[in-house]
């Protein structure tokens, strides 16, 4: 091969590797983004959840309720603030949600919001219950894109996520009841 | 709450995007927050004390139709400035994958990022093709708003992933309180009924309404029709044809007329072909107390909930377009039935319910940490 071949082929071999590096380099910034999204918007639904078993429980030990339904509630939201691992929490959460429905029918809601104290406890519940709703769909979304971009051949064999362990989403029922004065719940819409 | 909001829509049009970003703006100040509006706006143009400009607009066919946007280095460094100064809690976006500032502040920002879709019509060729630039941009995006279920269908498919819906702010207060103007209301033998929209644009459904005039005047021959909006008068008259002396042509009306029209009118036709993911208008007309008779597009089904809180009729069917108003204007029990239960419905859309969802999440993802710009961006400098 005479020189000038040699050398086109050289700078034709500097340039896929450039163009490689530069790929790999970009889809590890974009995980290394994921991830982090991953780990805050977790974060943050873990703080949501224990803020609505938190109101669900101060609403049940409140002396409002009638003490059959005050002690459903207040044991549901116990529980909740009280597991351990992923799949404890999730069935504890979905729980304290089917607690909450149970408990707090339209009449009873009606009810609670005669008075400035009932009225207080619900709006409060209410918040934190829209906040979580919200809060487990974007870190679900988190997740979802994640796990995405992880499937890519770029990332499975560059090994650029590491010894990160796959994201999991977060599965509860968390269909609050209505506990609003009006109809001012967000409307997530379609299946959760 | 230090909040950077983002149009892509130059502001120098109206329009609905526009309109709610400076509505949630508004009541965003008004709620005690610290609120910058960033957004294409010629020099010259009259905008807010809270809005900054991203640089002039250009008018580019984007996504179907023509569109003002920002674009270009100029604008690119100026929203970096913007994003890297404003010091925000959260980021909203609306639109980010228009091609406009939206979409730059997009990739100059990390931290919490929240956007909103409002569009129902995305060409998924296209989306296709710019895929590879557009989904690792989406993935810097904390939360995701739809304004409308149709909207929030666009994104699922064909974005992945989902969006929580909170609808359009109106004003209801505003239109509930219009003052009603005698010229525009109808008398015995003689109602009246209004139409929203240029007329030259085939999917806001003037067409059909001209040719569902002669059985709607053969029912009602004192009917007139009170149309707002721009266009060609003589177009609109030619379409109309033998039937012309029934349109009354107001050209373009200021948002106090239109509340004033709509509180008039015995009826409001929305005779739209396509192209509508929520139908704003519509939650103002009903806000207004007019009976709404709307094509049965799947948004304006939605916010009418199938019928219960207003007439629907065919898509670009004049016939049936015709039938429905008939139906509304010959039974004012059932016009006042409609018009109660529509006045009650419409409190959803209410500006006070709408901006405290929005907070929510805002709140939801604000603890992530503030909004920084984004170092990596500096490679995508050109100017």
């Not at chain 2, 219960?308 to 004049?318: E, I, N, S």
């Not at chain 2, 429905?324 to 409609?338: F, I």
């Not at chain 2, 319910?353 to 805002?362: G, K, L, P, S």
């Amino acid at each position: 091969m005479s020189a000038p071949v040699v050398a086109l082929l050289v700078v034709a071999v500097l340039l896929v590797l450039a163009a490689v590096v530069w790929a790999l380099t970009a889809t590890a910034a974009r995980l290394d983004r994921l991830h982090h999204r991953v780990e805050t918007s977790r974060a943050s639904l873990d703080a949501r959840l224990l803020r609505r078993a938190s109101a669900a429980e101060q609403l049940a030990l409140s002396g409002l309720l009638d003490p059959a339904s005050a002690l459903l509630l207040a044991s549901a939201a116990g529980e909740a603030l009280g597991a351990e691992g992923e799949a404890e929490r999730s069935g504890a959460e979905s729980d304290l949600t089917r607690a909450l429905r149970a408990a707090l029918p339209p009449a009873t809601v009606a009810a609670l919001r005669r008075g400035p104290t009932g009225t207080r406890l619900l709006d409060d519940l209410d918040a934190a219950c829209q906040r979580a709703v919200l809060a487990r769909r974007f870190a679900n979304d988190a997740v979802a894109q994640t796990v995405r971009v992880r499937r890519t051949r770029v990332v499975r064999w560059g090994r650029l996520a590491g010894h990160a362990a796959l994201p999991r989403s977060f599965d509860a029922d968390d269909e609050p009841p209505a506990l609003a004065a009006e109809h001012v719940l967000p409307r997530p819409g379609g299946p959760r | 709450m230090r909040i950077g909001i983002v149009c892509p829509y130059s502001l120098d049009v109206p329009g609905g995007v526009q309109g709610h970003v400076l509505g949630l703006a508004e009541q965003l100040i008004a709620g005690g927050h610290d609120v910058s509006v960033l957004a294409p706006v010629d020099e010259g143009t009259p905008v807010p004390r809270h809005v900054v400009s991203a640089g002039g607009a250009v008018a580019v066919p984007y996504n179907g139709s023509v569109a003002r946007l920002g674009f270009g280095p100029a604008t690119a460094l100026r929203v970096r400035r913007w994003v890297a100064e404003g010091r925000f809690d959260v980021l909203h976006l609306h639109e980010p994958i228009t091609p406009s500032a939206s979409l730059l502040a997009l990739w100059a920002a990390t931290g919490p990022v929240v956007a909103t879709f409002h569009s129902a019509q995305l060409r998924s060729r296209a989306l296709q093709a710019a895929a590879p630039l557009v989904l690792p941009s989406l993935e810097r995006i904390s939360a995701r708003i739809a304004v409308s279920e149709d909207a929030r269908r666009t994104v699922v498919d064909h974005l992945g992933g989902d969006a929580v819906v909170v609808p359009n702010g109106v004003d209801v207060d505003r239109f509930a309180r219009a003052a009603q103007r005698p010229a525009w209301q109808g008398r015995p033998g003689a109602p009246t009924v209004a139409f929203l929209g240029r007329l030259e644009e085939p999917r806001k459904g003037f067409g059909v309404l001209a040719q569902a005039l002669p059985a709607l005047r053969a029912a009602h021959p004192g009917l007139r029709v009170l149309v707002a909006g721009r266009g060609d008068a003589a177009a609109a008259r030619a379409l109309a044809g033998e039937h012309a002396g029934a349109l009354e042509l107001l050209g373009p009306v200021s948002e106090d007329d239109k509340a004033s029209l709509l509180a008039s009118v015995d009826a409001y036709v929305a005779p739209q072909t396509g192209g509508e993911s929520f139908g704003v208008v519509l939650v103002e007309a009903m806000s207004a107390g007019a009976a709404v008779v709307a094509s049965a597009l799947p948004s304006f089904g939605r916010v009418l909930e199938d019928g219960r809180l207003g007439a629907l009729a065919a898509v670009g069917d004049p016939a049936a377009l015709a039938a429905a108003v008939a139906g509304v204007l010959e039974a004012p029990a059932r016009r006042a039935a409609l018009v109660a239960a529509a006045r009650a419905a419409v409190r959803r859309y209410d500006w006070r319910v709408v901006t405290e969802q929005v907070v929510a999440v805002y709140e939801t993802v604000a603890d992530a940490g503030a909004v920084a710009p984004d170092a990596g961006s500096a490679r995508w400098r050109l100017g």
